[in-house]
């Protein structure tokens, strides 16, 4: 069964400040895509990233960043000079198998405040 | 691309009525719809997945005669929320692949609060 931890439930950073954002996964399949979500009080999710298990490179976008890291089963996020408008809570996701029509497991989110 | 609409936004109804979801994908054809809920401060937890032309398939613990889902064609699923009561109340979003990079697209979700 896959299942996905975000064992941080609230973190608040000032303004400026980089901040992490952790996520650790269970699956006993090799093949799996990890995303994160980002969910303004708006509610609708907005997609930040997808990555395959077959990629272990890191990726930056902008001030956005992930860590993945098989050995740990570690997907960590990470925002460099956090703004105000990050302020949200931040869902890690993983879905096994491969073609992209499996179901889509989340964690419990991570809500991130931005204090000016 | 790759939009999902979703419809209403906001729905209030009535202890005992029953309120439709619509999700639509607007630009590719949608196989498969997977419907979430998300009560407040958790998170998502899929209740069902539909598969266009044939029956949904239902999480355990979700009452498949209260969520009736049906796909009738590539375009369009629906979810009716049946005999609705207060604890029913609760955001839903439903989300579809779409076999590009991105891999799903969400609708914008539906928060419905039954009184």
């Known amino acids: 069964a896959q299942k996905v931890t975000q064992a941080q439930t609230e973190i608040s950073v000032v303004e400026k400040e980089d901040v992490t954002l952790d996520c650790v996964y269970e699956t006993r399949d090799t093949t799996y895509y990890l995303f994160w979500y980002k969910q303004p009080p708006s509610g609708e999710l907005v997609f930040l990233i997808r990555?395959?298990?077959?990629?272990?490179q890191n990726e930056i976008s902008g001030r956005y960043s992930w860590n993945f890291q098989k050995s740990t089963s570690s997907f960590n996020f990470t925002i460099t000079a956090s703004q105000v408008v990050d302020s949200a809570v931040y869902f890690c996701a993983l879905s096994e198998g491969y073609g992209g029509y499996q179901k889509v497991t989340f964690g419990t989110g991570t809500k991130l405040q931005v204090i000016p | 691309g790759a939009v999902v609409s979703q419809h209403p936004s906001r729905v209030i109804c009535k202890s005992g009525t029953s309120v439709k979801i619509e999700c639509r994908s607007l630009?590719?054809?949608?196989?498969?719809m997977f419907w979430y809920r998300q009560f407040p401060k958790q998170s998502l937890m899929l209740m069902a997945t539909s598969n266009e032309g044939s029956k949904a398939t239902y999480e355990q613990g979700v009452e498949k005669d209260k969520f009736l889902i049906n796909h009738a064609s590539l375009t369009l699923s629906t979810l009716t929320v049946t005999s609705a009561h207060p604890e029913d109340s609760s955001f839903y979003i439903c989300?579809?692949?779409?076999?590009?990079?991105?891999?799903?697209?969400f609708g914008s979700g539906t928060r419905l609060t039954v009184v």
């Open positions: 990555r395959n298990s077959f990629d272990e």
């Open positions: 630009d590719f054809q949608a196989t498969t």
């Open positions: 989300s579809a692949p779409t076999g590009r990079n991105y891999g799903y697209t």
